[in-house]
Nanobody
């Protein structure tokens, strides 16, 4: 089992910045990929950014050039630096960890989420 705890959300004006943190605990050695998803009111949850255990990253087109995902293995923490925030970035942001097991479906772990509100 993996437990994920997010922090860093809040209210910010458009153009501002926030940094989200996600601390992982438990069977962290089993994690292959970590990422951030978000869900705005009335919308589906979507991938924002992901990072593999090798350090490869990927981003949603809507956040490329503005958001940066990074990890600190010593602290078991993944960060999402969000710059030049826009009102459409308003959402609950969820930390996600994925464990791949041979011949089984991937296992997803989720944090409880942290709210980011961007005012215009």
């Amino acid at each position: 089992q993996v437990q994920l705890v997010e922090s860093g959300g809040g209210l910010v004006q458009a153009g501002g910045s926030l940094r989200l943190s996600c601390v992982a605990s438990g069977s962290i050695f089993s994690i292959n990929v970590m990422g951030w998803y978000r869900q705005a009111p009335g919308k589906r949850r979507e991938l924002v950014a992901g990072i593999t255990s090798e350090g490869s990253t990927n981003y949603a087109d809507s956040v490329k050039g503005r958001f940066t995902i990074s990890g600190d293995n010593a602290k078991n923490t993944v960060y999402l630096q969000m710059n030049n925030l826009k009102p459409e970035d308003t959402a609950v942001y969820y930390c996600n960890a994925v464990e791949f097991r041979p011949r089984q479906d991937a296992i997803h772990y989720w944090g409880k989420g942290t709210l980011v509100t961007v005012s215009s």
